[in-house]
Nanobody, 126 residues
Framework: QVQLVESGGGLVQAGGSLRLSCAPS????????MGWFRQAPGKEREFVTA????????YYADSVKGRFTISRDNAKNTVYLQMNSLKPEDTAVYYC???????????????????WGQGTQVTVSS
């Protein structure tokens, strides 16, 4: 069983930055596609970004393109989400997710991911 643990959330003013981290316990994730999703109050969980196991493929939601950057360090078994120029509408619980299937490409829906973290709160004040 893979457990994902997110960290790095918090409260930040609009225009500020945060970096989220996700590390799995119990298993190395070097062959997994890793993704970040978010869920705001009263809304469905939505795709933010994902990265292939090799790190050479990434995909971003239009709402975060140019502001957020996903990366991974397989040696440290950690995936990161650098969030810059944060806006109040970025406020949500952010979830790390893992796709262990080995399928090519990146899944942008929650059904494409088998393992999930508990989430970390990101709040952006105006």
């Amino acid at each position: 069983q893979v457990q994902l643990v997110e960290s790095g959330g918090g409260l930040v003013q609009a225009g500020g930055s945060l970096r989220l981290s996700c590390a799995p316990s119990g298993r190395t994730f070097s062959r997994y596609t890793m993704g970040w999703f978010r869920q705001a109050p009263g809304k469905e969980r939505e795709f933010v970004t994902a990265i292939t196991w090799s790190g050479d493929g990434t995909y971003y939601a239009d709402s975060v393109k140019g502001r957020f950057t996903i990366s991974r360090d397989n040696a440290k078994n950690t995936v990161y989400l650098q969030m810059n120029s944060l806006k109040p509408e970025d406020t949500a619980v952010y979830y790390c997710a893992a796709d262990p299937s080995g399928r090519p490409g990146i899944r942008r829906n929650t059904r494409g991911y088998d393992y999930w973290g508990q989430g970390t709160q990101v709040t952006v004040s105006s």
